[in-house]
């Protein structure tokens, strides 16, 4: 036999033992492989676990706590606690603009007819040369109903806060205030729909 011949038979003989061992070895399912996940197509996310709504506050019952379920059902973004809060900065900025008569920061913060309302008022304080109340403390702020209607979320807070009025000193004053927003506007601004003595 050539020797050349020979050479090819025998390096044939040990790659096929070779693959045969690699074969058994790396070849055998066990059982315990994880199954194979397809990958994200380009430009996808991989998917990520459903984020769970935030709890309502235990404090906020009836139809207010069914009314923020339902907000939250409809926006898994909000949350009450962000929510309040800013509602008690957007209470303390309108009676703030109201107290000077800063109508341009009012427009951006009040629903259309509560605006033209303000600006009436504001109007006739100043032709009277009368001063707005200014805000001495703001004591409370808590959700007392909220609704969906439709896309239109409605949230009412009562506010409790200690008003200054020139020579009539300080009175308290308590309030209900509606804001709204429409849950599908990119917009995350609520607008001050509606207010009422407590």
């Known amino acids: 036999m050539d020797q050349g011949l ?11 033992f070779v693959l045969f061992r690699l074969y058994a070895t790396l070849g055998k399912r066990t059982g315990s492989e994880r199954p194979a996940q397809p990958a994200p197509a380009q430009g996808e996310l991989s998917p990520e676990p459903l984020r769970q709504p935030r709890p309502i506050p235990p404090t906020t019952a009836g139809a207010a706590g069914e009314g923020l379920l339902a907000i ?5 973004s909000f949350e009450v606690d962000r929510f309040v809060s800013g509602a008690r900065a957007a209470y303390e900025m309108i009676v703030s603009a109201f107290a000077k008569g800063d109508i341009e920061t009012l427009r951006g913060l009040l629903a ?3 605006y033209e309302s303000y600006a009436a008022a ?14 001495v403390r703001l004591r409370a702020a808590e959700v007392s109903d909220a609704s969906l209607q439709g896309e239109t979320a409605r949230i009412t807070v009562k506010f409790e806060a200690e008003l200054a009025e020139g020579a009539h000193g300080v009175r308290d004053a308590r309030e209900r205030w509606t804001f709204e927003r429409n849950i599908r506007s990119s917009d995350p601004n609520w607008l001050l729909s509606r207010v009422q003595a407590a």
């Open 112 to 114: 259309p007819r509560v």
């Open 72 to 76: 939250v059902r409809a926006d898994p």
């Open 6 to 16: 020979l050479e090819i038979v025998i390096l044939a003989f040990i790659a096929g």
């Open 122 to 135: 504001i109007a006739q304080r100043a032709a009277s040369g009368g001063a707005g109340p200014e805000l």
